[in-house]
């Protein structure tokens, strides 16, 4: 029996027709709606997830495609409003050009080497 | 192949037609968004725009998409419900009318192999892999997409 | 003159080969083409200011090469800051240079 998991994001989608990369909602339903310890690692180029002022907003043919005005940052703010710990890769964020100031509140920035140690701690993992 | 015309005595190119190949579905993927986005800009430019859909791609104009309500816990979080891409495509079809031409193939093995043959949507062509060669043979410029992992 | 479109639309880090694309338009410009560079999707997150890939576009960026990035997958990415060399651009611009034709259009 698993209770607590790690969750593991890679890559990361946006603009799919979903009003966020379906992963990451089913992730944020797992942290709202049931007793699961739920522990996000953003790492490659998932960190982005973690960066501020995501404005996922299109138009086709003058209709908005994202009607839920929403964006992967909102759910991350979701889930830490709900407990989940998440944990950004500083080194991949720093291949991207992301700084530590640019993340959003309450996400922790963590060292490569901590990866090792999230996969012991976690009675599960999943990567998306 | 690039058309070549005179306009005022200079000879100009002129791209009329563009093939587009694309192999993903949408809802995990950004590429069929962009294929819309793009088509949409192409044919506000007069130019015909041949999509031809292949693999996991054949799924975006299945007819039997529908709007579905999100789970209540989620909802303060992303909404009541979202736009399937099914609905865009309908309305690039129609855009088509009335602008520029707009052809969408779909592969029929593709769409027999995953039981979609029988749900295109209105106004899909379901083609043959020659369908694919003869749009990349009349084309001015061929996109295709990768569908890379 | 010979003008070519690459168009990358993934995080080109995340590839062994996506450092290649800058190699595929440095060498069509030695050979006389003028090649436009087109970021879209995760592939604006080699725009972002001192990311690996924009110090590597920036230094291409230049007579013969021009490096641009779709603006509306930045914003979705919370990308607002360039390096410089790497132009914010749009798909009515990506429209407007595919109307007036290119020699081949390489996606990534």
């Known amino acids: 029996m698993a209770s607590n998991v790690l969750v593991v994001f890679e890559k990361p989608i946006y603009l799919s027709f979903e009003p966020v990369d379906p992963h990451l909602f089913a992730t944020a339903l797992g942290v709202a709606d049931t007793p699961l310890e739920i522990s996000l690692l953003l790492r490659d180029s998932a960190v982005n997830y973690a960066v501020r002022k995501q404005q996922v907003s299109l138009k086709i043919l003058g209709q908005e495609i994202m009607e839920a005005n929403t964006s992967p940052g909102n759910v991350l703010s979701f889930m830490l409003e709900h407990g989940a710990k998440i944990r950004v890769v500083s080194q991949h964020m720093e291949v991207r050009g992301i700084h530590v100031d640019d993340v959003i509140d309450g996400v922790e920035v963590i060292d490569e080497r901590e990866i090792a140690r999230l996969v012991r701690e976690h009675d599960s993992v999943i990567v998306w | ?128 892999l020659g369908d694919l060669w003869k749009f990349v043979r009349s084309a001015d410029q061929v996109i295709a997409i990768p569908a890379y992992r | 003159m010979a003008r070519y ?30 090649v436009f560079f087109f970021l ?42 360039l390096h410089p060399g790497i132009a914010l651009s749009s798909m009515d611009e990506l429209a407007d240079a595919i109307s007036e034709g290119f020699g081949n259009i390489y996606w990534y």
């Open chain 2, 1 to 128: 192949m690039l058309q070549e015309e005179a306009e005022d005595g200079i000879l100009t190119k002129k791209v009329r037609k563009v093939a587009i190949v694309i192999s993903t579905g949408s809802y995990m993927r950004e590429a069929p968004t962009t294929v819309l986005r793009l088509a949409e800009k192409l044919l506000e430019r007069d130019i015909e725009v041949n999509i031809w859909a292949f693999e996991e791609a054949v799924t975006l104009t299945n007819r039997e998409q529908v709007e579905h309500s999100e789970p209540p816990s989620l909802r303060k979080v992303i909404g009541d419900k979202h736009a399937y891409v099914g609905k865009f495509i309908d309305q690039l079809l129609r855009a088509g009318l009335h602008t520029s031409k707009l052809d969408w193939v779909t592969c029929i093995l593709c769409a027999q192999e995953r039981g979609v043959e029988h749900h295109q949507m209105n106004g899909v062509i379901v083609g043959t």
């Open chain 3, 5 to 34: 479109l690459i168009v990358a639309s993934r995080d080109m880090t995340e590839y062994s080969n996506g450092p290649s694309l800058s190699d595929l338009s440095e060498n069509l410009r030695t050979e006389g083409a003028d």
């Open chain 3, 40 to 81: 879209i999707e995760n592939g604006v997150l080699s725009a972002r200011k001192d990311s690996r890939e924009a110090i590597r576009l920036s230094e291409l960026s230049g007579p013969g090469i021009r490096v641009m990035a779709d603006d509306v997958s930045c914003r979705a990415r919370g990308i607002d800051r």
